[in-house]
Structures are given as structure tokens and as C-alpha cells.
């Protein structure tokens, strides 16, 4: 949430900052602004309310800029949508400007302390204190400001605050100098030749670098145009750990596609293969995992699995449970990260933790891993971002290889997670009673899957047509059992998120215990029918909505259910039902996005919404 950008180097900052921001909308689109050093070694700053396309609008190329600069794009915490509230925020006397991601907890405190001291305030937000408080403390040390008086000015506010912070700081006494710093929200440095950059995440530098330190917390950075250092909040120093970002920066672009969300339903089949390239073993009828960091008697010593993720991730681990315990028989819990990290969860000695998260940076699944490592359990990540906090800190991982997930709408990540956790299923199952036979049978269904999403992809047209008919509605029931009820909350999360389409999913019988009384006429049902032992009993969920008028929309891998028993009837191919929860998805995630459009919906800017939730 809040994407941060700086530049120090020998270009002009603003056209590069505007294209980090551009790049890092994504995760707040509230208001954007930045502040740039002048030939004249004065410091402009721009602020704008909405998207960054109004920052924009205002920015020219201007021979006047110089090559230092700090930018900001904001999802709202503290104080409303106004330009007084948007980053940089600038202290009372003018010295420090800063753009800061996360929330100060004790900023009243803090703020009535420095009131009582002639210090002004012009926001209503948390990050201002931060400001005033540096330039307050850099006040309090006599004499000339350099580096090392800033350095110690933001070190002695750093550790009076309490919150989480990823911070971007000037000086206007010292315009050939950049600091950042990073507690509970990310922060990536740039390290390119002869300029640096300070970014929330990777996606705002790669256009520059490929090389990059990611931060860890209760770090301070100190950047000069070909030069960084760093140390911790106690002043040792750090020796960094440069790495490098395997993606492309055009993987990060639209490629043609109106947005990205469809882009990244489109990517599926590639992000697909790269979840399971190099871990599936056909002779051996198993997968493999590089990186879990268990031996095979620790696995064979796991009696129970704690599932741990937010959203749409906490859905994927709600498909895994099904998975898991079906293949491997190792009893599964899931988990919100939200109510995990505060509620003392009895768990058993020799249970194993998975924590699952595309951004790798979401607060509550984040510290639902810490205390679960404080408490001795290993914990093991799915996660998506490379570098990012949670696959640091985690005691081993998969990584999901899905490339940049742009998208606020998570789709190509979660059917990766699906794939990931059915191959993990078909691991953990093949260290115990899952046979040879079934193994082979369950990875050739995983090798295949590419291929059967593309098929499914061919849908989209008449899913577009499906979403014409249906765009008007107000309230939405999504259907499905076993597996597939996790699918059904998947598609009621995807079509309120980017349609603001009342939606809810159940498990399909659990509807006769309620839900029931909202159908009519005038709320539809989508109702996922596999083809397997379920089959009949979803068939009766059908035809108790259709006796009360409800409209009826199936999905299904059957080729046996007659057109005339719904509205409409979405055909998709046939799979092994280890994989099978991938391919019911798609035609949910064309429905939303055909629906959203039809709506006229900011499809990857959803209202209130930002990816990566960084804040509690
Ligand atoms: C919904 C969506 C969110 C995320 C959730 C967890 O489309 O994207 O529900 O799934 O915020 O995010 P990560 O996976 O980054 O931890």
C-alpha cells in the first residue's frame, strides 16, 4: 500500500520517478506528488489528488531539474483525499521532505509534544510527524548540516516512533544526497551506474536496473549518486547482498492487452508452466521442491498443516486443504493471517506452517510467519515476489515464478498457488500412501494443464456474451462443494472487487440453510458442477433455485448436463481433479472481468483497493 520512488543519478528525476509511480499505482491510487531538486538548488514539489495521470498532467520535462528526487502514490490512512494530505510532506521550517509508506501509531503523541514546541502542521496525517520530527532533531544538533547530522537526525526520530515505516527523505541543505529507510514496509534499492534508486517494490526500477538490495528492517540507507551505505538503527554497519531481478521490465506492460488483469488471465498458461518447471519427476511419479529445507523423515514426521494467507491466497490454502488431506491424509487447517497472528492457535508439535502470499509483503500474513517462527514451527512460504520479506524470513519456500502480478484483481498468482499446492499435495501424498500409479496419473494431469487453460481461454468470447446478459444484477450466489466451494468464494470475491456486485459464495447445500431466501428473479447463481461423485447433488442445488425463478449460470467439466437446465452453460475441458479447481476458475475471472467492463469499472484500479496490503 503507497508506493514510494526516489532517484539520484545523473538524468532528470521527474520523468523517472513518474515512471516508477506509474509502475507502482498499483498499490494506491489516492493521490500521487513528488519533489524534485532545481539546477538552482531549490526543491520543487507538485502534489495532486487521484491518479497518477493528473501528477502527470503537470509535470514537463524542465531543463531546470536536477537528478535528485522523492515521489509518492498514496492509498489513504490517516486524513482524506487532499492535496495537504499527499506525499512528500515538507517540515514546518522546510528542511526535510519525505514520502513515507505505513502507519505511525504514536503520531498524536508525538505530535502534541512538538506542537508544544512552536512546530507546525499542515496535514492530517501520520507521515507528517515524521517530517517535523527529523527536522526538530536535526535542530537540536548544532552547527553545520551534513550527511552524518541528517544521518543522526533521523536515526534519533526512528527509534521514537512506533509503526511501520519505508521511508524516502531530502535534505534541502543537501541536494546531492538520498536517505531511506524500511520497518514493516518494504524497501528496494536500485544500485545502477552512476545513479541509485529507492523504490517500494522492484516493478519502479527495473525499467533502470536489474540489480538490486533489498532492505531489511530497522535499516537506514544512504544514498549519493554513486555510492550507498548501510546500517542498522544501532549504527553497525551492513555489508549488502546485491541481487539480481529475473524478469523483463516489458513483463511488467500491458503488451497490447486493454488491462491488466487480462493480460495476466492470458498469462495463465505461462505461469502455469513456470510453477512446475523443474519440479515434477515422471519417472519417480513425485514432485520435487528445492527449497522446503525438510528432509524426507521431516516430512514423514508431519502430522498436521497450518494454513496461513489473506483474500484471494487464503482461497488458494482453502483448495489446498481439500488437496492436501485428499492425496497425503495429513489432517489441514486454514487460517485468516489477520485472526492467526493474535489467536493463540493450538497447534501440535510436528505441525508444519505454509504461509501463502503473492506479494510476499501483506503485513498480517507476514506476521502470522514471525509468530508461528517464534513459536519453533518451520514455516514454509508460497510466494510470488522474489526477495520479499516473507520469502526472506521464511525457513524454506516455493517460489510461484508467476512474473509481476500488476493487476489489483490477483489471477494468474492464484492459479498458480492452486498448482503449487496441488503439486505440494501430490509430494507430501508419494512420501506416504499416495501409489506410483497415482502419482504419474496426477503429474502428467499438472504437465497438461497449460494446454487445457488455453482451450478454456477460447471461452471468453461467449463469456463476454454471458457478462452482457448479466452485468445488470445486484446480488450474485456463487455455488460449489468440496473444492470447488473455495472456487465459488474466489468468483464472489473476484466480481465484487472489480464490479461492486453484491456476491457471496457457498458451499452449494449449505445454501438450503439460508441463503436460499435471497434467490429470486433477481439474484443469479453461478454453480460450479464438476463431473464427478458431486455431480447429482449440485444438479439438486440447481433445480431448487430454478423452482424459485432464480436465473442459473453452471460451469462445468461435463459434457452429459442439458442446456435446458440453466441459463447459461459453461463447458470447460476435462482434468484430473488435482488440477481441475485451475480450470473452473478461469471462466469465473472472464466473467468478473467482462462484467466490470460492461459496468465501466476502473478494472485495475478498483475504488478503495490497493495491491500488497502493508498496513494493518
Ligand atoms: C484479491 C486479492 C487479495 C489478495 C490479498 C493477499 O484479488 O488480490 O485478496 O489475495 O490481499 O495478498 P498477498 O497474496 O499478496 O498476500
Not at 501409489?435 to 504437465?447: E, L
Request: hydrophobic content about 40%; proline content about 3%; aromatic content about 6%.
Amino acid at each position: 500500500m503507497c508506493g514510494i520512488v526516489g532517484y539520484i543519478g545523473n538524468d532528470n528525476a521527474a520523468p523517472i520517478l513518474l515512471n516508477g509511480l506509474k509502475r507502482l499505482e498499483y498499490r494506491g491510487y489516492d493521490s500521487a506528488g513528488m519533489a524534485v531538486w532545481q539546477k538552482d538548488r531549490t526543491i520543487k514539489l507538485i502534489k495532486r489528488t487521484g491518479k497518477v495521470s493528473n501528477l502527470a498532467a503537470c509535470i514537463s520535462i524542465d531543463k531546470e531539474d536536477a537528478g535528485v528526487g522523492i515521489s509518492h502514490t498514496r492509498w489513504a490512512t490517516h486524513g482524506g483525499v487532499t492535496e495537504a494530505n499527499t506525499h512528500p510532506h515538507v517540515s514546518w521550517d522546510q528542511q526535510i521532505h519525505l514520502v513515507h509508506n505505513g502507519v505511525i501509531e504514536n503520531y498524536q503523541t508525538l505530535k502534541n509534544s512538538l506542537e508544544s514546541k512552536g512546530v507546525t502542521f499542515y496535514s492530517e496525517t501520520d507521515s507528517e510527524i515524521l517530517a517535523n520530527l527529523i527536522a526538530y532533531n536535526l535542530q537540536q544538533l548544532d552547527g553545520e548540516i551534513t550527511t552524518k547530522t541528517v544521518y543522526k537526525a533521523i536515526l534519533t526520530s526512528l527509534t521514537n516512533v512506533e509503526g511501520t515505516y519505508g521511508l524516502a527523505i531530502m535534505c534541502a541543505s543537501l541536494p546531492g544526497t538520498l536517505f531511506g529507510a524500511r520497518k514493516g514496509s518494504p524497501l528496494i534499492l536500485g544500485v545502477g551506474k552512476n545513479e541509485m534508486m529507492l523504490a517500494s517494490d522492484a516493478s519502479a526500477i527495473r525499467a533502470r536496473t536489474n540489480e538490486v538490495v533489498y532492505l531489511d528492517d530497522n535499516q537506514i540507507v544512504t544514498l549519493t549518486e554513486d555510492n550507498f551505505s548501510i546500517t542498522t538503527i544501532e549504527e553497525a554497519e551492513v555489508v549488502p547482498e546485491i541481487s539480481t531481478i529475473s524478469w523483463k521490465d516489458e513483463d511488467a506492460e500491458l503488451q497490447g492487452f486493454e488491462h491488466f488483469m487480462l493480460k495476466e488471465i492470458y498469462d495463465q498458461p505461462a505461469a502455469l508452466e513456470n510453477a512446475f518447471r523443474g519440479r515434477l519427476d515422471m519417472g519417480e511419479g513425485i514432485s520435487k521442491f528445492g527449497g522446503l529445507n525438510l528432509s524426507r523423515q521431516d516430512i514423514r514426521r508431519i502430522d498436521r498443516i497450518t494454513i496461513v494467507a489473506c483474500g484471494t491466497a487464503w482461497h488458494a490454502g482453502l483448495v489446498g486443504e481439500y488437496l492436501i488431506e485428499k492425496y497425503s491424509r495429513i489432517p489441514v487447517e486454514v487460517e485468516y493471517a489477520s485472526e492467526f497472528r493474535y489467536r493463540n492457535t493450538p497447534m501440535d508439535k510436528n505441525t508444519l506452517v505454509i504461509v501463502i502470499s503473492q506479494s510476499g509483503e501483506t503485513i498480517d500474513t507476514l506476521e502470522a510467519q514471525r509468530e508461528a517462527q517464534r513459536k519453533g514451527y518451520h514455516v514454509i512460504g508460497i510466494v510470488n515476489n522474489v526477495g520479499s520479506t516473507i520469502a526472506r524470513e521464511n525457513d524454506g519456500g516455493i517460489y510461484q515464478h508467476s512474473g509481476p502480478e500488476i493487476g489489483v484483481a490477483s489471477t494468474k498468482a492464484f492459479t498458480s498457488q492452486l498448482l503449487i499446492l496441488a503439486m505440494l499435495s501430490i509430494y507430501l501424498g508419494r512420501t506416504r500412501d499416495l501409489s506410483y500409479t497415482d502419482g504419474c496419473q496426477a503429474i502428467k494431469a499438472v504437465m497438461e494443464l497449460p494446454n487445457l487453460v488455453k482451450q478454456t481461454l477460447q471461452l471468453a468470447d461467449s463469456i463476454k456474451g454471458i457478462a452482457k446478459k448479466f452485468a445488470h444484477y445486484d446480488d450474485f450466489l456463487f455455488l460449489g462443494r468440496l473444492e470447488m466451494f473455495p472456487i465459488a468464494l474466489e468468483g464472489a470475491l473476484k466480481l465484487k472487487e472489480i464490479s461492486y456486485i453484491h456476491a457471496e459464495g457457498y458451499p452449494a447445500a449449505e445454501m438450503k440453510h439460508g441463503p436460499i431466501a435471497l434467490i429470486s428473479e433477481k439474484c443469479p447463481s453461478i454453480v460450479i458442477v464438476p463431473d464427478d461423485e458431486t455431480l447429482k447433488k449440485n444438479l439438486s442445488s440447481v433445480q431448487e433455485v430454478r423452482a424459485r425463478n432464480g436465473k442459473v449460470i453452471i460451469i462445468t467439466d461435463s459434457n452429459e448436463i442439458p442446456s435446458s437446465l440453466a441459463d447459461e452453460l459453461i463447458i470447460v475441458p476435462k482434468a484430473h481433479d488435482c488440477v481441475r479447481p485451475v480450470l473452473m476458475t478461469i471462466p469465473l475471472q472472464l466473467l468478473s472481468y467482462y462484467i466490470a467492463l460492461e459496468l465501466g469499472r476502473d478494472v485495475d484500479k478498483p475504488r478503495n483497493l490497493a495491491k500488497s496490503v502493508t498496513v494493518e
